[in-house]
């Protein structure tokens, strides 16, 4: 199943980059183990997008909470919603 997960960062420009780099590694041992599909930041606002595809929520938020941006409060607010993508393709 894919889902969707959207972040909203706190309003911290110093913490959120002294946190990024650990976040970003995180996010890329997901991507290298196939849980995360793609992910990245939103372009005019503060949050980012994170698709995954996992068995069941439960997996997502597992995977979430131990993401270094939660782990230090830089995450204000997050959305899991199930995906059914109806056209086009995302590479798994």
Request: charged share 20%; glycine share 8%.
């Amino acid at each position: 199943m894919l889902y969707a997960v959207q972040y909203r960062y706190i309003d911290d420009a110093e913490k959120l980059g002294e946190i990024r780099p650990a976040h970003r590694r995180y996010n890329a041992s997901l991507h290298e183990q196939g849980l995360i599909v793609a992910a990245g930041p939103y372009a005019e606002t503060p949050g980012a997008l994170l698709l995954y595809s996992a068995p069941d929520r439960t997996a997502v938020e597992a995977a979430l909470d131990q993401d270094p941006f939660w782990l230090h409060g830089c995450v204000a607010e997050r959305t899991i919603n199930e995906w059914t993508p109806a056209i086009g393709g995302v590479g798994i």
